[in-house]
Every structure is written in C-alpha cells, then in structure tokens.
C-alpha cells in the first residue's frame, strides 16, 4: 500500500517488496506494519513500524490500532513544533546595526526557556556576526534560579569576541542575585536602553 495509509506485511519472506531484501535475510522473515506520520503541513515525517519475528496476519483492529498511534504522534510532534516557535518568538533577536543586535526578554524565565535562550544566544550571535548584544530585562516579570545561568553566557560571549550588555534590571532582580551568590562583577549592567546604546555607540536623538 502507499499514500497515507498503513503498509501491512504478513510475511516479509513472500512480499514482492521485501523478499529479496538483505535485512530479511537477516530477520530470517518476520511480518511488518507501518503507519505513515504526516505533519499537518502535509511533510512526511516518517513511519511508525511494528515487527514481529515470525509471519503474522495483521487484522482490522491491529491496522487501526497502528493508525491511531501514527495519528497521536503527530499530534504531538505538531504540539512541539507549535511550542519551539513559541520559544523563538518569545526571545528575538533583532539586529539594529551592523554587529550590534537587541534581545528584549519578556515574562517569567523558567528553566526551559533559561535553556533555550542561552543555547540561541550563541548560535544568533555568531549567525549575525555582533560585536554587542544588549540583553534588557525590563519585560521580566518573575525569574527561577536559573535565569542567573543566563549571566554566565557572558564569559562564552567574550570568548567569540561578543560584548554582553545588561539593561533594566530591577532592584527585585538585582537583590535575588545577591541572595543567590550570584557574582555580577563580570557582567555590564546599564541603568536603561539608551546608556547601553551610548555604550556602542549608537546616540538617539529626539
């Protein structure tokens, strides 16, 4: 069968598809199902498969029983692909000159998303080739222990030739560190957005 639906091989010895094939001849047989998983874009994303060493007569229940698991399936690789662009969209990037970029974070920073960020820091920032990332926290409602991870991205950031700015901490954020033994003398803090891009250069004018 193709398309969408299940492929069913109750004898992979006797299927004109797998017959000849080296792996049979290493199974020494077997029978086979596998229920193709489509993303709601419409790419194939692969195929769930079940074995069983011998020959085996798939019936209507097992077909749809392997049928819903493929359906299951994608909807969870639907949901986590829906929930990583959450995650992007939730901390961009956006260059505002050549080499110098500004990472507005917003809402609560747990320890999945403290990951993400960390992990999409250093890849956008070697991406956009910056010579300084402004990082603000003014948006930042409520932090987790982990957000203080985000501060030692600044050593990793010195080492690809990056400068890390801080801009907006609260007085609530800045007493959390101290309670956490949070070092902050390795790390630039500006009191807002504008000393941080006088910091770089960039002057606004009204």
């Known amino acids: 069968m193709g398309g969408r639906e299940p492929l069913v091989i109750p004898d992979l010895n006797e299927h004109e598809l797998t017959k ?3 792996v049979t001849k290493a199974f020494g047989g077997g ?12 790419k194939k994303f692969g195929t769930l498969c ?5 020959p085996y007569n798939f019936n209507e229940k097992d077909i749809k029983l392997f049928k819903s698991l493929a359906t299951l399936l994608t909807y969870v690789i639907d949901l986590d692909d829906s ?10 990037i956006v260059p505002l000159l050549q080499g110098v970029a500004i990472l507005p974070l917003i809402g609560e920073i747990s320890e999945e998303r403290g990951d993400y960020i960390s992990t999409m820091i250093i890849k956008e920032a070697h991406k956009l080739q910056l010579n300084h990332l402004i990082i603000d926290l003014s948006g930042i409602t409520n932090v987790e222990r982990e957000f203080f991870y985000l501060l030692n991205l600044v050593d ?27 070092r902050l003398d390795h790390v630039s803090f500006f009191g807002n957005l504008q000393q941080a891009l006088s910091h770089v250069g960039i002057k606004l004018t009204v």
């Open 83 to 92: 929930y990583q662009q959450i995650l992007k969209l939730s901390a961009p």
């Open 50 to 54: 079940g074995m069983d060493n011998n």
């Open 31 to 42: 029978s086979l199902i596998g229920a193709p998983i489509y993303l709601k874009n419409g």
């Open 156 to 182: 990793a950031m010195k080492l690809l030739g990056i400068e890390a700015l801080f801009t907006g901490m609260r007085p609530d954020l800045a007493r959390k560190a101290i309670k956490d033994n949070q």
């Open 20 to 22: 000849d094939m080296d």
